[in-house]
């Protein structure tokens, strides 16, 4: 940013060099007064238009100081804090930045910041958002929750770096942090989902569009007591504007020099992405270091060979980090990633960024450096090519107030009378989508509760019914399924079921965060659309694949009891239920 500085007054410099240049050559008396007439007026607008952005800078500073509907997060300021106002995006880079910086410095200075962050969203065309993605969104909402349940700055600093190493999926990495951090799990996910979470950055955005002006709402923007921070987001002139603000017995260190690192990193990139290469150095130069020499080097070029071959090279682009790069600030937000290769560091860029990395299940690497790779990843879990076969398993994914699903569902029973003592081992999930801190399905509200009850059911009721050879829950989600699912459900209730506790747990937290994750479930699998079936937890039925094996479905184009029966006795030839 220095040179920067220094390039603003030698523009000025030339200009007015010019504009003199230009007078002088004027021979006309009258042309020299139009001439300086036209340049006071365009200074006068100009002073004109700093004064007003000035201004307007602190009116909308004083309405949000003055505002008792618009709360400060995090803690109170105090006059002998540094007040620190952050607005940014949860999985943006430079906030991530920003964040793991404020958080070493909380460290290093231990009460001197007045910590804020709000959330950005841009402009709206319609309904959409110009840069909040759905993802950013849900990020936002879990970072808020974090922060209400957890006020204390040492633990939002905490949950920060956890989720910022891994900001490519938000509901994953916030699952992962909160559990790992031991902060109030329940409490959490219960404002995800209940609308609590979408609340808080409603007033988040409010807050941060009294503040930013429309055109910045996709930016980062740092104020520092009350003033932008227009400098370079490098730890050491971040360190030394919080210092100037400080009087008196100041920390160590305010008292210590800074000196920045000289970092260099080679970029190995393929010719044909030279340009893409270019433009991710000069992002961490702006983001990362105050000082860093980067040099490109192609894979087509002989030094590009030698690399390959000294270092292993196989994925690019591929960064090389001198060891200098361990002194650096910005070293924790991808130190897990760097491996040591001969005398330097090695950064490959997978998984979709450069911070943070996205389990791939099936390339053998531990991609986001959790410790687990490929299927041992809690981000691959239900991936289709991680299920293990289980004989004998039936899962059914359906939304309850789908008829098709409803009548899908209903081919079952007979089935499951069939296993006799071999009974088939049926899973029943439920098809959705989590919104911005709320639960989406086709149907709306009435089917969130009455997937919720049937939830329920399965948890209190899952005991199996002698006569009928099928769990107990399923007698009431049948008799859901069949006729008008959308009259009292009571009436579904045996006399074995207690209706009053179905009843609380359905309105219970609980299984407002079981259902989301049912839905997260089902998004994972790839589950779109009755009837969809999966035998053996590994093998999907739907109706493109069974339409091919069954003529009875071609002619019908439904999904009867024969059909689930050929499809499940493919893959399950010696149960009982083949045998007849």
Partial sequence: MAKYGLLIPRCRYVMLTRIVSSYLNIQSLFFRVYFLLVWVSCIGLWSCARVSQRHSASVSQTVVANDPSVPKQLSIASRDKVRVELYGRSTSGDTAFLELLFSKLNTEMPGV????????????????????????????????????????????????????????????????????????????????????????????????????????????????????????????????????????????????????????????????????????????????????????????????????????????????????????????????????????????????????????????????????????????????????????????FTMPLAPLCNWSLSQVAPLLQKSKNNPIDLHIHYMGSVGLGELLTYNGVPEIQAARRQLCVQKLYPERNPKTNYPQYLNYILCRSSGHPTEDWKECVSDSMDVKAIEACATDSDSLVALAHEYKYSTDYGAKGCPHWVINNKYPNRKQSLSKLHPAFRRAKRFTTDVLEHAFCLWNPRSVVCKD
């Fill in 113 to 396: 910041i007045d910590f804020s962050i709000d959330y950005l969203d841009g402009p709206r065309v319609g309904p959409i958002s110009t840069c909040a993605t759905h993802g950013e969104k849900m990020g936002d909402i879990f970072q808020l929750c974090a922060q209400k349940y957890h006020p204390i700055l040492d633990d939002t600093f905490a949950f920060f770096n956890c989720t910022n190493r891994y900001w490519l999926d938000p509901l994953e990495s916030g699952t992962r942090c909160v559990k790992s951090l031991g902060f109030k799990y329940k409490e959490i996910q219960s404002c995800l989902y209940n609308g609590e979470g979408s609340d808080l950055r409603r007033a988040s955005i409010a807050r941060s569009a009294a503040r930013i002006l429309p055109q910045d709402r996709c930016a980062t923007i740092l104020f520092i007591n009350g003033a932008v921070y227009r400098g370079n987001f490098a730890f050491p002139e971040v360190a030394n504007k919080i210092c100037s603000h400080l009087s008196g017995d100041v920390p160590t260190l305010c008292k210590r020099p800074f000196r920045p690192t000289s970092v260099e990193v080679i970029a190995v990139i393929e010719r044909k992405k030279i340009n893409d290469a270019r433009r991710l150095v000069d992002k961490i130069a702006k983001s990362m270091f105050l000082n860093l020499i980067p040099r490109i080097v192609t894979v087509e070029s002989k030094e590009g060979a030698l690399l390959q071959s000294k270092h292993g090279l196989t994925r690019f682009p591929v960064f090389l980090f001198d060891s200098k790069v361990k002194h650096e600030m910005s070293y924790p937000l991808f130190a897990a990633r760097l491996i040591q290769s001969a005398d330097m560091l090695k950064l490959e860029r997978g998984g979709g960024g450069l911070l943070a990395f996205k389990e791939i299940c099936e390339n053998n690497l531990d991609d986001d450096d959790d410790g687990a790779i490929d299927c041992d990843d809690t981000q691959c879990v239900h991936r289709k090519v991680c299920k293990q076969e289980q004989i004998n398993r039936i899962d059914y």
